[in-house]
């Protein structure tokens, strides 16, 4: 099973709402990631919890704040977005901190 | 700045002809290698992941991996209409925890 779940699958919130993405997996993997994905160009990392403690931070602003409550779940909290932050969000899951297996992510539109 | 080049594409084979995608990476001490196979609108799904020199065969595809030149490639032999979406090469760099670098993708169209 190399399951990742997210939810919500479509989001569209406003420029001054606060909402969360979440990210759930079952495989017992040590690392979790948030990648960013624009529309024809590859995904780009945002952040990786490795054991449950953040350790990259790819510069991203503080209008995204990542946390991770246990070794299952992973939330993207967001706040204050602008359009361009209009994205495919997507989590991803690896055992070995390298084979990474994503979830189906959460398309997001603000407005 | 570590950098995976992909050939954008696209690229069109006929359907049953191998489709060869390619894939360099600067960092010399990259040691892990994957693809991913993603449909328009879809998330990125791991087809592929290679550590050694050499050729790794799973069904209709084959990685092949060149660490002297820095070189990745997939080849999807008896291609199918299915086959068609964007390739993405990966490679793992060290910074922390192990990070995946993404090529731009090459997208693959089989024609019936």
């Known amino acids: 099973d190399t399951e990742v779940t997210q939810t919500p699958k479509h989001l569209v919130m406003g420029m001054t709402n606060k909402k969360s993405l979440k990210c759930e997996q079952h495989m017992g993997h040590r690392a979790m990631y948030w990648y960013k994905q624009k529309a024809k160009k590859p995904p780009e990392l945002m952040f990786v919890?490795?054991?449950?403690?953040?350790?990259i931070n790819e510069s991203v602003p503080s209008r995204f704040s990542p946390e991770c409550p246990n070794s299952s779940l992973l939330n993207l909290h967001l706040h204050a977005l602008q359009p361009e932050d209009s994205a495919l969000y997507l989590c991803?899951?690896?055992?070995?901190?390298?084979?990474?297996?994503f979830g189906q992510g959460t398309r997001l539109t603000v407005v | 700045q570590k950098e995976v080049e992909q050939n954008s594409g696209p690229l069109s084979v006929p359907e049953g002809a191998i489709a060869s995608l390619n894939c360099t990476y600067s960092d010399r001490g990259s040691q892990s290698f994957f693809w991913y196979r993603q449909y328009s609108g879809k998330s990125p799904e791991l087809i592929m992941f290679i550590y050694s020199n050499g050729d790794k065969e799973d069904g209709r595809f084959t990685a092949q991996l060149n660490k002297a030149s820095q070189y990745v490639s997939l080849l999807i032999r008896d291609s199918q209409p299915s086959d068609s979406a964007t390739y993405l090469c990966?490679?793992?760099?060290?910074?922390?925890?192990?990070?995946?670098?993404f090529g731009k993708g090459t997208k693959l169209t089989v024609n019936p």
């Open positions: 919890y490795s054991y449950e403690k953040l350790s």
């Open positions: 990966a490679v793992g760099v060290q910074g922390g925890s192990e990070k995946l670098v």
């Open positions: 991803a899951s690896s055992q070995t901190g390298a084979e990474a297996f």
